[in-house]
């Protein structure tokens, strides 16, 4: 059991270990390369993951920072514990496979309580919207390709883009097989009297 496990914590340590920075930057950070799609969080979420970072001896304060008229803020920077902890987190998550329970495969295991035409039509909305966002990565990728960005600073996107073009052949398989007469009628079977207006 990690200390800090919140997943946004081993973003920060990966920032730190370029430079000290305080949170105010951290979070521009992530925003700026992008890293924010990966890592859910906010500015109250940051700042409690330093917080849980520093009590944990990950990370230190080292010293603070005033620019412009803003309050003076606090940097921090990695530890040698934290080093550790960053490399062995991350070897650990790479390596690993983890349990995962995205909401998509829970809608999955319920799927036979819709009415197959309206699976189905749900289902053509959520290819669209996977469709548009792939397409979006596609441009981004090629786009920060084309600008020099290496292809290892990529590798994010081009997983999620995998994934999205994984969850679309799957989607358009499960639109096929929710069509079929015999599917139907064995829903219609079982379902189709019950009332589910609510």
């Known amino acids: 059991m990690r200390k800090v496990s919140n997943p946004l914590a081993l973003a920060v340590l990966a920032f730190l270990l370029m430079e000290p920075m305080h949170p105010y930057e951290l979070g521009r950070r992530l925003q700026e390369t ?31 920072v005033r620019d412009t008229e803003r309050p003076e803020r606090t940097l921090y920077a990695l530890t040698d514990e934290g080093r ?7 070897r650990e998550l790479v390596a690993t496979p983890q349990a995962e329970y995205p909401h998509f495969g829970a809608a999955l295991s319920l799927l036979s309580v819709l009415d197959p035409a309206e699976a189905v039509e749900l289902l053509g909305r959520r290819s669209a919207t996977l469709a548009e966002e792939a397409a979006q990565i596609r441009e981004a990728v090629r786009a920060a390709a084309e600008g020099g960005v290496g292809w290892v ?11 999205l073009e994984a969850e679309l052949r799957f989607v358009a398989t499960l639109v096929d097989s929710l069509g079929r007469p015999d599917y139907i ?13 609510g």
Not at 84 to 90: C, G, P
Not at 185 to 197: A, K, L, P, Q, V
């Open 34 to 64: 992008e890293k924010d799609r990966s890592f859910r969080y906010n500015r109250g979420s940051l700042y409690m993951v330093v917080k849980q970072l520093a009590k944990a001896g990950f990370i230190v304060e080292r010293g603070s």
């Open 185 to 197: 009628e064995t829903w219609h079977t079982i379902f189709g009297s019950r009332d589910d207006s």
């Open 153 to 163: 600073f990529l590798v994010d996107d081009e997983y999620r883009l995998a994934l």
């Open 84 to 90: 550790a902890e960053l490399y062995d987190w991350l």
